[in-house]
């Protein structure tokens, strides 16, 4: 008896699993089933979202597929600007912040952006789950499920982070922000790969700047201590200790 009402079981699992609702006004989708944690993403009226597995009463568990965006510590970036496998991607540039997700196998990962310190900005695609408040978004059945790309929040053009840019490949020239000093110093690096680098307020590099490609129809002497925005690809340097900006545009902020 109990084999011949297992095929119903399972349906009624995958059904359950793989229901849909249709968002009537615009909600946040939350990392956690607080309406204190992180915003994964925010969604319009009329988006439909899938929702699978449990929650907690006054919450939904919802599954999105899409790019979203976060931050990871430079040992967890390969030479080829990726998320390594089991390496952490957080919701803000420091140790302590949430996970957003781990890198497995088969993600796809790229850097765009400095963050400052030993952190930078990454974009990811994969499927995450969130949570809908749903006294906020009154949730209303939908027949057929149909998956939703993620909206991710803009980035900060703060210094060290990249204005919103469109594309998917590390190739793509980024506005960068900071401020450009020689990066020569007697005692502390006196014989840097590269003659300038940008710095965040504290002074810490976060980035050697390439100027090779860099047109200017002014001396770039009147650049130098400076707060000014770069816009250019992003690289690791040889020896892959370090970031290298290869600049196409230089100009005072």
Same mark, same amino acid.
């Given at each position: ?16 699993? #793989?229901?849909?609702? #249709? ?5 946040? %989708?939350? *990392? ?5 944690? !992180? %915003? ?9 979202? /899938? ?21 990871? !510590? ?25 996970? #957003?997700?781990?890198?497995? =196998?088969?993600?796809?990962? =790229?850097? +765009? ?37 993620? %909206?991710?929040?803009? @980035? ?5 982070? @990249? ?9 793509? @020239? ?7 000093? *020689?990066?020569?110093?007697?005692? +502390?690096?006196?014989? @840097? ?26 001396? /770039? ?22 970031? %290298? /900006? ?8």
């Amino acid at each position: 008896m109990k084999t011949k009402f297992l095929p119903f079981l399972l349906l009624a699992a995958t059904v359950r699993l #793989l229901a849909a609702d #249709l968002l009537p006004s615009d909600a946040a %989708v939350f *990392l956690q089933p607080d309406p204190k944690s !992180h %915003v994964l993403v925010r969604l319009k009226a009329g988006n439909t979202v /899938i929702y699978t597995g449990d929650a907690p009463a006054g919450w939904r568990r919802v599954e999105l597929s899409g790019s979203f965006e976060g931050y990871a !510590h430079n040992r967890d970036i390969t030479k080829g600007l990726e998320v390594r496998e089991g390496g952490n991607i957080l919701t803000a540039p420091k140790k302590d912040a949430p996970v #957003l997700t781990v890198g497995q =196998e088969g993600d796809k990962s =790229e850097v +765009v952006g400095l963050a400052g310190g030993d952190y930078v900005q990454v974009k990811f695609t994969k499927k995450l789950q969130g949570f809908v408040a749903t006294g906020a978004a009154n949730l209303a059945p939908e027949v057929r499920p149909v998956p939703v790309a993620a %909206v991710p929040v803009a @980035p900060s053009t703060a210094v060290g982070r @990249p204005a919103q840019v469109t594309g998917n490949s590390v190739d793509l @020239p980024r506005l960068f922000a900071g401020r450009l000093v *020689l990066a020569r110093r007697p005692f +502390v690096n006196p014989n @840097p790969a590269y003659e300038y680098q940008l710095v965040d307020n504290s002074g810490r590099r976060f980035a050697y700047v390439d100027t090779k490609r860099l047109l200017l129809t002014d001396k /770039i002497e009147a650049y130098l201590d400076r707060a000014v925005s770069v816009t250019g690809t992003i690289r690791n340097s040889v020896d892959g200790k370090d970031l %290298v /900006i290869s600049a196409e545009s230089l100009s005072l902020k």
